[in-house]
């Protein structure tokens, strides 16, 4: 088994980035990713990150579909990943925590 992250990436037409959002937030895949986050950006962008458990890198998986006709000023970004390591962020030391306040 391998972990493949999806990526989703689409631009909203002139004035329609709420709309995407919102379509994006309706639409329901097949099957349950493991996680899935969904991002907005400057220019009207929407991405949706959703990550897999799969037999392969190239496995079948769901995806989004293109938004409806005049939703998007462009064709939908695609990209897949495979987890090469995954870790936990270390605690800070001592000495990178921020400062306290101090104590009356």
């Known amino acids: 088994m391998t972990t493949v992250a999806l990526m989703w990436e689409a631009r909203a037409a002139e004035g329609r980035g709420e709309e995407l959002l919102a379509w994006v937030r309706g639409q329901e895949l097949p099957a349950r990713p493991l996680r899935q986050e969904v991002l907005r950006g400057p220019g009207e962008r929407v991405l949706v990150i959703t990550w897999w458990d799969a037999a392969a890198f190239d496995a079948e998986l769901p995806e989004y579909p293109e938004p409806g006709e005049g939703l ?26 921020p400062p306290q306040p101090p104590q009356k």
């Open 72 to 97: 998007a000023a462009r064709a939908v970004h695609r990209w897949r990943f495979e987890s090469v390591e995954s870790a936990t962020p270390p605690a800070l030391a001592p000495h990178d925590q």
